[in-house]
């Protein structure tokens, strides 16, 4: 099993940044993939980012792109999400996931992930 822990959500004004955090515990020689979701109240879980492990090829959902950056840390075990430019629209829960061994990083489905956090809240004030 895997254990993913995120951190670093909080409050901040529109046009402002923050990164998340996500760090893996447990059998992460088994991780290919690791990516983020949001979902919003009342919303489906959004696909926002992942990254292939090994090789660091990335896939952003359309909504992010330019704004959001994923990158991961290998022997830290973690997983970073750069969000800038932030708008009212991207408050959500924001959700780290891991996929097993032979995942795809340009998987975007939640069903399609093995392994979830417990989620972070970010809100963007106008």
């Known amino acids: 099993q895997v254990q993913l822990v995120e951190s670093g959500g909080g409050l901040v004004q529109a046009g402002g940044s923050l990164r998340l955090s996500c760090v893996a515990s447990?059998?992460?020689?088994?991780?290919?993939?690791m990516g983020w979701f949001r979902q919003a109240p009342g919303k489906e879980r959004e696909f926002v980012a992942s990254?292939?492990?090994?090789?660091?090829?990335?896939s952003y959902g359309d909504s992010v792109k330019g704004r959001f950056t994923i990158s991961r840390d290998i022997a830290k075990n973690t997983v970073y999400l750069q969000m800038n430019s932030l708008k009212p629209e991207d408050t959500a829960v924001y959700y780290c996931?891991?996929?097993?061994?032979?995942?795809?990083?340009?998987?975007?489905?939640?069903?399609?992930?093995?392994?979830w956090g417990q989620g972070t809240q970010v809100t963007v004030s106008s």
């Open positions: 447990g059998r992460t020689l088994s991780i290919s993939v």
């Open positions: 990254i292939r492990w090994s090789g660091g090829q990335t």
């Open positions: 996931a891991a996929q097993r061994d032979g995942g795809r990083y340009y998987y975007t489905r939640p069903g399609q992930f093995d392994y």
